[in-house]
């Protein structure tokens, strides 16, 4: 018989826990996300939402419990392996965008790339490309300062795709640009999810923003709950 090991999801964390200083910001999380889902967690500033997206994209790590991401235990990983993991897997879009103000928009979108080890030509293709067809070449000799809120935004959103990732973690990427933009931002998203079958992790403070979600909760008490 032929063993085969599929992968069941893209993200597993079960009864995750998380304290800093002494408050338990996250009591015991459980969580599946598979290909091609969108889901979102709403909660309040200060609920966890951040440490929870930072966990799921292996910058920090739980107290207790276990994270799996594509298949693979994390606690079972060494440092380098994380990092790989997390650089050929993972997109996050930060909620501060952390563009960095020395590069320009071209050099800011190939980081990932570099840190990935790929060539410069390869990355500069690649960079290039995404710029192409989001419509904003133009932008790519800028460097970060000059950008609006919602390009800046855009080239969060496009630095995050450039390594091809399975999973995007979006830190509520619309806080901080109008209504419009915000449409624009998520129809994007949408539109890698739906294409790509790229899995889609959104947080938001707004408990009635709409959403083309395939699931949402509400992370409330360091705890997920299904809406
Ligand atoms: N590195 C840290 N050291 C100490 N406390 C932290 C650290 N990171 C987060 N916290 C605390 O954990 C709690 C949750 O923070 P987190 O950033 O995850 O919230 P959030 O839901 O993302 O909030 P916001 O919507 O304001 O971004 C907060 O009380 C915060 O002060
Ligand atoms: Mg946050």
């Known amino acids: 018989m032929i063993r085969l090991n599929p992968v069941k999801s893209l993200i597993e964390l079960r009864d995750v826990w998380k304290n800093y200083g002494g408050s338990e910001v996250l009591r015991g999380v459980n969580l599946t996300v598979g290909e091609g889902e969108f889901v979102s967690v709403r909660g309040k500033s200060g609920a966890g939402k951040t440490t929870l997206l930072k966990i799921i994209g292996l910058l920090e790590n739980p ?4 994270v799996e991401i594509l298949g693979r ?3 079972r990983l060494g440092d380098n392996e994380r990092s790989r993991l997390r650089l050929q897997a993972i997109g996050f879009v930060f909620q501060f965008f952390n563009l960095i ?3 320009t928009v071209l050099e800011n979108i190939e980081l990932p790339l570099a840190l990935a080890g790929v060539k410069k030509h390869e990355r500069l293709k690649r ?3 995404l710029l192409d067809y989001f419509g904003l070449a133009h932008l790519a000799g800028r460097f970060p300062e000059t950008l609006s809120g919602g390009e800046k935004q855009r080239i969060a959103i496009i630095r995050a795709l450039v390594n091809n990732p399975k999973i995007i973690l979006a830190d509520e990427p619309t806080s ?5 933009n915000s449409q624009l931002l998520i129809s994007l998203l949408k539109g890698i999810n739906s294409e790509r079958r790229v899995a889609i992790v959104l947080t938001t403070t707004d408990l009635y923003e709409r959403l083309p979600t395939t699931r949402d909760y509400i992370l409330k008490d360091g705890r997920l709950q299904a809406t």
């Open 63 to 66: 107290d207790r419990g276990e």
């Open 73 to 75: 235990l994390i606690s």
């Open 101 to 103: 103000p020395s590069l």
């Open 127 to 129: 960079a290039r490309e």
């Open 176 to 180: 901080s640009i109008d209504d419009e």
